[in-house]
């Protein structure tokens, strides 16, 4: 628990670090694509035209495009004249198009090089890039219960199975009381070692009704545990952030988040301390012992501070996404207990606030997944079939790059619409992305 907050800070700090260096120079193959240009002036242009253009943006926006024809099937043939983006309803001019095919990467149109002041010396050559996708996986043992770590790891591994290949450049991090890291390899043996660690550390719902303390904003621990696992996650996307024209993957492991749950289940348990809880698991109905205005709605709520729970919770999750989107990275979210009809009978909790409990955690893994143009895999033992729609989405795609012709500082937010001039074809792309707060953005 908290005990474990300063290690898992330097563990997710040291293996950011490592991975940094593994990726090296080789991940970012052309130079030229990797640095956002500063400044422009009119000697860049074609000088074979001996005419000034003067080009409105600095920032170059990237995003993957994955199109399929009416079949199903991916159009690999497109050109950068296929393509239209908008950005808030603005059409932009293509500046990038790199082509990803069954893991083989074909640069078809690259940005032109940033201006440098000074001595011009001559392009360094750089050794040909090898790895197709960075896929990572994030373990939050934080919210997965101990009693599922068996089937958690054999969760992984299979997932592993499916989705990494060879060329893929793969990692893991972990947070709870076993927090450990794996840098980013080639090698699937490291990954599946670092897998036989892991130890779930969540709460059950009994723990939740009985052991939790309350804050003002519901249980102070549920919001720690929440803070920690996005943080590690935000952190790990700061770092992606600069590998450009590579599909980046997160498969994030998680059972999800409610910051405040069995809310009315904490309070009889706080008005009835001399009622143990399994003598009244279900007849909460008549508000014995509870003031009276519990059971009206705007009371209840006050009192539960559920809207500050719940709002604190959507906007950790909108940030996360938002940082994401910035990184041009997917997650995945998946949850490995699968398909869950009602609580084990141990757990002796109303089936109408369990229903509750589990909706509010699913809700918060699809959110994470449709935000970033991801997949959700959740209540669901159809595992396979949507890990190889999976595997299919991550390795055939575009990544389309234009330079933003919009210098207002202050519209952080910006919608993107994404077509192709093919008839019949189907356009998947992320719908918008949002600058950093500093003003810098490099995806």
């Known amino acids: 628990m908290r005990c474990h907050r300063s290690t898992l800070s330097k563990r997710t700090q040291s293996w950011l670090c490592a991975c940094v260096v593994a990726l090296g120079v080789g991940i970012v193959a052309n130079p030229r694509a990797q640095t956002t240009p500063q400044q422009r002036s009119p000697s860049d242009e074609d000088t074979a035209n001996q005419s000034a253009t003067f080009r409105a943006g600095v920032t170059l926006v990237r995003t993957d495009v994955i199109v399929r024809d009416e079949n199903g099937m991916f159009v690999p043939d497109l050109t950068p004249d296929d393509f239209r983006i908008e950005e808030d309803g603005v059409p932009q001019e293509i500046a990038s198009l790199v082509l990803v095919h069954g893991g083989r990467v074909f640069n078809q149109l690259t940005p032109p090089a940033p201006v440098q002041e000074g001595i011009i010396l001559p392009t360094r050559q750089v050794a040909n890039n090898t790895a197709g ?68 550390s969540g709460f059950s719902p009994r723990d939740l009704i009985t052991t939790m303390q309350e804050g003002p904003n519901g249980p102070a621990e549920l919001a720690w545990r929440a803070h920690r696992a996005f943080w590690t996650v935000n952190l790990l996307i700061e770092n992606l952030e600069s590998i450009v024209d590579r599909r980046k993957v997160l498969i994030y492991v998680s059972t999800g988040y409610d910051l405040n749950p069995f809310a009315l289940q904490r309070l009889y348990r706080d008005n009835r301390p001399d009622r143990d809880l399994r003598d009244r698991p279900l007849d909460l109905a008549d508000g014995a012992g509870f003031a009276p205005d519990l059971f009206d709605p705007i009371g209840r709520v ?55 409990h589990m909706s509010t955690t699913r809700s918060s893994l699809r959110s994470l997944a449709e935000l970033t143009g991801g997949i959700s895999i959740v209540n669901t033992n159809n595992f396979d079939a949507l890990l190889r729609q999976i595997d299919a989405e991550t390795s ?48």
């Open 396 to 443: 055939d795609y575009y990544v389309v790059g234009f330079y933003t012709d919009n210098p207002d500082p202050t519209n952080r937010t910006r919608q993107l619409a994404v077509s192709v001039n093919r008839d019949g074809a189907a356009v998947q792309s992320r719908t918008s992305y949002t600058f950093s707060r500093t003003g810098v953005h490099t995806p």
């Open 302 to 356: 006050e009192r539960q501070g559920a809207v500050f729970a719940d709002g604190e919770l959507t906007g950790e999750l909108n940030e996360l996404t938002r940082a994401a989107n910035r990184a041009n990275t997917t997650f995945y979210t998946m949850d490995p207990r699968g398909l869950i009809s009602a609580p084990d009978l141990d757990y002796d909790v109303p089936f109408d606030a369990w229903r509750e």
């Open 133 to 200: 996708r960075i896929i990572i996986f994030f373990v939050d043992a934080l919210h997965l219960q101990p009693e599922i770590t068996p089937k958690v790891r054999h969760f992984i591994k299979e997932v592993a199975d499916i989705l990494v290949h060879e060329g893929d450049l793969v990692g893991l991090i972990s947070n709870g009381a076993t927090a450990n890291a794996v840098d980013l390899t080639y090698n699937r043996a490291q990954l599946y070692s670092a897998v036989d660690h892991i130890i779930g």
